[in-house]
């Protein structure tokens, strides 16, 4: 489909992210951590939390990579986009509570929590989600934003 928008003159770029987060986020994933530790309360993280990755990206940097795209600095295509980190469940929340300031509250979900599917007490599937980026990498893209300096931004909107 690309190529055929593209033969008739279209300039189609297609960035595919696999989280986004930003100021003024107004997804569960976050807010829902930064509630519970402001309230003091434990984080359950599904078991193997280590092994589950995800990704994300600051919506900053797709502002920057579209702008790049505009610019016909990035050429017309489909492109995985996110940045480099790939972090477990237990260290995203660690992360986000260090990104406000706060003890890092992950705790192992109980037993009786562990045979619910995990998204029914935390913000994620016990899924891994990472995305291959070397081809918007070879274009020069890169993120500007680490994700505690993006969760640190995020917490301040």
């Known amino acids: ?3 055929e928008l593209n033969r008739h003159g279209f300039c189609t770029t297609i960035y595919q992210p696999p989280y986004l987060y ?4 107004s997804q569960d994933r976050a807010n829902f951590i930064w509630s ?11 078991p193997a939390s280590e092994t589950v990755l995800i990704q994300f990206l600051h919506v900053a940097d ?3 990579a579209i702008m ?3 610019q016909s600095a990035i ?6 986009i996110a940045g480099e980190e790939k972090v477990g469940l237990s260290q995203w929340v660690a992360l986000v509570a260090e990104a406000a300031g706060l003890p890092n509250p992950a705790k192992e979900a109980p ?14 599937r016990s899924t891994t989600l990472t995305l291959d980026t070397t081809k918007i990498a ?6 500007s934003h680490s994700l505690l300096e993006g969760l640190k931004l995020t917490f301040a909107s």
């Open 1 to 3: 489909m690309l190529d």
């Open 22 to 25: 930003g100021p003024n986020d």
């Open 36 to 46: 519970q530790i402001e309230a003091g309360l434990p984080v359950f993280v599904p």
């Open 62 to 64: 797709l502002v920057q």
């Open 68 to 70: 790049q795209s505009l």
């Open 75 to 80: 050429t017309p295509g489909f492109y995985n």
């Open 111 to 124: 037993a009786a929590l562990q045979e619910k599917p995990a998204r029914s007490y935390f913000p994620f």
């Open 138 to 143: 070879d274009q020069g893209f890169s993120s």
